[in-house]
């Protein structure tokens, strides 16, 4: 190999790695607070990609209003999700709120084929994403160069929010303490359906980059990404967001040198990241970041 | 200012409270004693919102606050400060104080209430950019107390804020309540050091397993043979 190719390689795992780490964060914000597996956010991830199919591609509103559109509608499903599966459980076991969680990521996958259809759908792309630039000579296509601009400009943004707002002062008290976050007269279901929208917005913007790397979209393609993002979760240490975000950048990194410089072994990438995440479930649990596991009361 | 009237409480099928009635005057101290697992902290749950009586009424100024969540109460002017600090370590000092005053707007009123705090607690000013978590017991015991001002309450409620604490700065916690106190707020203070608690208030009370047994300034019971025997250890 040489070095060129390996810092192109580098470039895509980054790239790709990105966009779990998008995904990633709606797992461990949720996790950190609630310490349940949203199982459904993979899904709130391939609904964005409708969402926005269908505003841009079908409506033919403008892509900055379709994108949008998408995105504050994929946070609202995510909400709608806490609201209505997982908020009358709140005092129920955890195992309650998992299983519910697996089975509304059913309905999601299985509604999503009834309604929208099982076959797959090509996915429009922004003219500004297919246009090729030439940079010291070599030639690279918007996508590669869009993506991961945006991307970084996502989580700059969100991490502004966790660190330097209100809101996100009292997402950080919530997983810590619920019961003294709440004698600080925050209203903690307010701060939880914050967490959900921004979280399934955050999954929502890596959809729509997703599918302008990877043009066809079907109602079961949140399910591997969402593994992914959520073995990049776990790598991190689940609860963590810079976590979430290094975790996602090293999946993707991985999984595109194997494709890259162990081609023999491409067709098991995705089997990779699997073994990745039943190692460190069973050999290191709370990740490289987490907090050594405590049981809540 | 804040009237509990035979409360009862229930975990499950533990009665936690068992009818307890108590009043806290306008601008007095009052205090609450009594032995571990009395239902003292129930209590203050119970009227901050983060338990729910079975039974009775909780009356502030006047407008019943029963069975209200945690957050309303907050806004209608109650602090507490819980027991065991319970700061939140991964935040800073700033942070944490500021969660105090989480559902006010007043900007203006935030920026003086934070320098009041400041000046009360030089300490945690030194430190504002701290993590809570790296603060030492009495840092935090005070940070606990700064937050809970920081919502401006009229009614400040604390839970055995000189637990764990060395005798000095238990003196402190006491020479600072003091001084909350003449600052205009109403003080409701639960306390294992009987002594000091009751020579600091107005009123007190005292709990036995779920039940207020006895009642009085605080000097009746300072002097009254029981109190001395079960809680002076005289
Ligand atoms: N969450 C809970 N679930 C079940 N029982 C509880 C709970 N909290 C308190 N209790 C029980 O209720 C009773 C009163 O507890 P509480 O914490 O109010 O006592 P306390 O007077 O504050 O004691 P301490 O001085 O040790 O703080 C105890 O018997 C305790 O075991
Ligand atoms: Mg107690």
Same mark, same amino acid.
Request: hydrophobic letters at 50%; zero cysteines; glycine letters at 12%.
């Given at each position: 190999?040489d070095?060129?190719?390996?810092i192109q390689q580098?470039?895509?795992?980054?790239s &790709?790695?990105g !966009?779990y #780490? /998008?995904?990633? +964060?709606? $797992?461990t914000?949720v996790? =950190?607070?609630?310490?349940?597996i949203n199982?459904?956010?993979?899904d709130?991830?391939?609904?964005?990609?409708y969402?926005?199919?269908?505003?841009?591609g079908?409506y033919m509103?403008p892509?900055?209003?379709g994108i949008?559109l998408?995105v504050?509608?994929?946070a609202?499903?995510?909400?709608?999700i806490?609201?209505?599966?997982?908020?009358?459980?709140?005092n129920a076991?955890?195992?309650s709120?998992l299983?519910?969680?697996?089975?509304?990521?059913?309905l999601?996958?299985?509604?999503?084929?009834?309604?929208?259809?099982?076959?797959?759908?090509g996915?429009p792309?922004?003219e500004i994403?297919?246009?090729v630039y030439?940079?010291a000579g070599?030639?690279?296509?918007?996508v590669?160069?869009?993506v991961?601009v945006?991307t &970084?400009?996502? !989580?700059? #943004? /969100?991490?502004? +929010?966790? $660190?330097?707002t209100?809101? =996100?002062a009292a997402?950080r008290?919530v997983s810590?303490d619920?019961?003294?976050?709440?004698?600080?007269?925050?209203?903690?279901?307010?701060?939880?359906?914050?967490?959900?929208?921004?979280?399934?917005?955050l999954?929502?913007?890596?959809?729509?980059?997703?599918?302008?790397?990877?043009?066809q979209?079907?109602?079961?393609?949140g399910?591997?990404?969402?593994?992914?993002?959520?073995?990049?979760?776990v790598?991190?240490?689940i609860g963590?967001?810079?976590?979430a975000?290094?975790?996602?950048?090293v999946i993707?990194?991985?999984?595109?040198m194997?494709?890259a410089?162990l081609?023999?072994?491409s067709?098991?990438?995705?089997?990779?990241?699997?073994?990745?995440?039943i190692?460190?479930?069973?050999?290191?649990?709370t990740?490289?970041?987490g907090e050594?596991?405590?049981?809540?009361? | 200012?804040?009237k509990?009237?035979?409360?009862?409480?229930?975990?499950?099928?533990i009665?936690?409270?068992?009818?307890?009635s108590?009043d806290?005057p306008?601008g007095?101290i009052?205090?609450?004693?009594?032995a571990n697992?009395?239902?003292?902290?129930?209590?203050?749950k119970?009227i901050?919102?983060?338990?729910r009586?079975?039974?009775?009424t909780i009356?502030l100024n006047d407008?019943?606050?029963t069975?209200?969540?945690?957050h309303?109460?907050?806004?209608k002017g109650?602090?507490?400060?819980?027991e065991?600090?319970?700061?939140?370590?991964?935040l800073t000092?700033?942070?944490?104080?500021?969660?105090?005053?989480y559902?006010?707007?007043?900007r203006n009123?935030i920026?003086?209430?934070?320098?009041?705090?400041?000046?009360?607690?030089?300490?945690l000013?030194?430190?504002?950019n701290q993590?809570?978590?790296?603060l030492s017991?009495g840092?935090?015991?005070m940070?606990?107390?700064?937050?809970?001002l920081?919502s401006?309450?009229?009614?400040?409620?604390?839970d055995?804020p000189?637990l764990?604490l060395?005798?000095?700065?238990?003196?402190?916690?006491?020479q600072?309540?003091?001084?909350i106190?003449?600052q205009?707020?109403?003080?409701l203070?639960i306390?294992q050091?009987?002594?000091?608690a009751l020579?600091l208030?107005?009123?007190?009370?005292v709990?036995?397993t779920?039940?207020?047994?006895?009642q009085g300034?605080?000097r009746?019971?300072?002097?009254?043979?029981?109190v001395?025997k079960a809680?002076?250890?005289?």
């Amino acid at each position: 190999m040489d070095l060129s190719t390996f810092i192109q390689q580098l470039l895509n795992g980054i790239s &790709l790695g990105g !966009l779990y #780490a /998008l995904i990633a +964060i709606g $797992y461990t914000m949720v996790y =950190g607070i609630l310490r349940l597996i949203n199982f459904a956010h993979g899904d709130v991830f391939m609904l964005a990609t409708y969402f926005a199919y269908y505003l841009v591609g079908i409506y033919m509103l403008p892509w900055w209003l379709g994108i949008t559109l998408a995105v504050l509608l994929a946070a609202l499903v995510g909400m709608s999700i806490d609201r209505v599966a997982y908020r009358p459980l709140r005092n129920a076991p955890r195992i309650s709120a998992l299983i519910t969680a697996v089975g509304v990521s059913f309905l999601l996958e299985n509604g999503g084929i009834v309604v929208l259809g099982a076959r797959p759908k090509g996915f429009p792309r922004p003219e500004i994403m297919g246009k090729v630039y030439t940079l010291a000579g070599a030639s690279i296509i918007g996508v590669s160069v869009w993506v991961p601009v945006l991307t &970084l400009l996502i !989580l700059a #943004a /969100l991490l502004f +929010i966790v $660190y330097r707002t209100k809101i =996100g002062a009292a997402m950080r008290a919530v997983s810590t303490d619920m019961e003294t976050t709440r004698l600080m007269g925050v209203d903690i279901d307010r701060v939880i359906s914050f967490t959900f929208a921004l979280g399934s917005a955050l999954a929502a913007a890596g959809g729509i980059m997703w599918a302008f790397k990877f043009p066809q979209i079907n109602p079961l393609m949140g399910i591997l990404p969402g593994w992914k993002a959520f073995t990049a979760a776990v790598v991190g240490g689940i609860g963590n967001i810079i976590g979430a975000m290094l975790g996602g950048l090293v999946i993707g990194i991985v999984e595109i040198m194997i494709v890259a410089f162990l081609p023999w072994l491409s067709g098991y990438k995705d089997a990779f990241v699997f073994i990745i995440l039943i190692a460190f479930l069973l050999f290191k649990p709370t990740g490289f970041l987490g907090e050594p596991l405590k049981e809540k009361v | 200012m804040l009237k509990l009237q035979d409360l009862h409480v229930y975990y499950g099928g533990i009665h936690a409270l068992k009818g307890v009635s108590i009043d806290v005057p306008e601008g007095s101290i009052v205090t609450l004693i009594g032995a571990n697992g009395a239902g003292k902290s129930t209590m203050l749950k119970t009227i901050t919102g983060l338990v729910r009586p079975r039974k009775g009424t909780i009356t502030l100024n006047d407008e019943e606050i029963t069975g209200q969540p945690a957050h309303r109460i907050v806004s209608k002017g109650v602090a507490m400060v819980p027991e065991g600090r319970r700061i939140f370590r991964n935040l800073t000092v700033y942070e944490n104080l500021m969660m105090g005053a989480y559902p006010r707007t007043d900007r203006n009123g935030i920026k003086e209430d934070l320098e009041r705090v400041f000046s009360l607690f030089p300490r945690l000013k030194e430190r504002r950019n701290q993590k809570g978590g790296t603060l030492s017991g009495g840092e935090q015991q005070m940070l606990a107390i700064g937050r809970g001002l920081m919502s401006s309450p009229s009614l400040l409620a604390l839970d055995e804020p000189s637990l764990g604490l060395a005798p000095v700065l238990v003196q402190e916690v006491f020479q600072i309540l003091k001084q909350i106190h003449e600052q205009g707020k109403t003080i409701l203070l639960i306390e294992q050091n009987a002594k000091a608690a009751l020579q600091l208030a107005d009123r007190a009370y005292v709990m036995e397993t779920g039940r207020i047994t006895m009642q009085g300034t605080g000097r009746e019971l300072l002097e009254n043979e029981l109190v001395r025997k079960a809680y002076l250890g005289e």
